[in-house]
């Protein structure tokens, strides 16, 4: 049930692009991402709701597609402070959504100067 | 506005003693949900509580785990009995509203050490 999230692990360059991709056996309901920094809280980023959608703000942006379950997000021009590991959370399609995460095992983002 | 409180931020036990774990979730927010993240790995959903109510506890090991959400004050995660394997980051988040891709605000964590 647990969505699986590829590269497991990225080293970039500062100024250089990254895509992480979420990827559920499931139909899901919404994909969440998230950036956690060592010993902290994880960090909201963005929720996709429909197949096909697109969001982004910033350098920062994802897809949904709901037909492939699965959701990508992009990382362009890549700073320093997008360094972290992110996770997905999916919500699963179910006859009634409580809004319960379950979060992927997470990619590690590291930037460089 | 605070954010979602947690505390203690750290917290260091031995074998076999309880644990408690508090959670004030964010103002106006009444939906709270635990999650637990071992070294390296992912966050893993334990429970899902509304004020006085427990409404998904699927990810809650049978036994020694026990969470509440009462009428007023913070949301406890309790561990009794506690043993290494226990030790972890404990997270709680919080939503205004019933899931349906709300939003999850996250606490900083309780890093709990089992000795």
């Known amino acids: 049930q647990q969505p699986v999230q590829s590269p497991q692990a990225v080293i970039l360059r500062e100024g250089e692009d990254a895509v992480i991709n979420c990827s559920s056996s499931?139909?899901?309901?919404?994909v969440h991402w998230y950036r956690q920094k060592h010993g902290e809280a994880p960090i909201f980023l963005m929720i996709?709701?429909?197949?096909?959608e697109q969001k982004g703000h910033d350098k920062i942006s994802a897809s949904f597609n709901e037909k492939k379950q699965q959701s990508s997000l992009y990382l362009t021009a890549s700073q320093l402070s997008y360094s972290g590991t992110y996770f997905c959370g999916t919500e699963i399609k179910g006859r009634s959504n409580t809004g319960k995460l379950i979060f992927g095992q997470g990619t590690t983002l590291q930037v460089k100067p | 506005n605070a954010g979602v409180m947690q505390n203690p931020r750290h917290l260091v036990r031995r074998r076999g003693q309880e644990a408690r774990l508090r959670c004030s979730p964010m103002?106006?927010?009444?939906?709270v949900y635990w999650y637990r993240q071992l070294p390296e790995e992912g966050l893993k959903f334990m429970v899902y509580l509304q004020k006085e109510n427990i409404i998904d506890e699927s990810g809650m090991p049978k036994e020694r785990f026990s969470a509440e959400f009462p009428k007023e004050g913070p949301s406890i995660l309790r561990i009794q009995q506690v043993v290494r394997g226990d030790s972890a980051a404990y997270f709680c988040a919080s939503s205004p509203r019933r899931g349906d891709g709300e939003k999850l605000f996250f606490g900083s964590g309780t890093q709990l050490s089992v000795l």
């Open positions: 103002k106006g927010h009444s939906h």
């Open positions: 499931k139909a899901l309901y919404s």
């Open positions: 996709l709701l429909k197949g096909g």
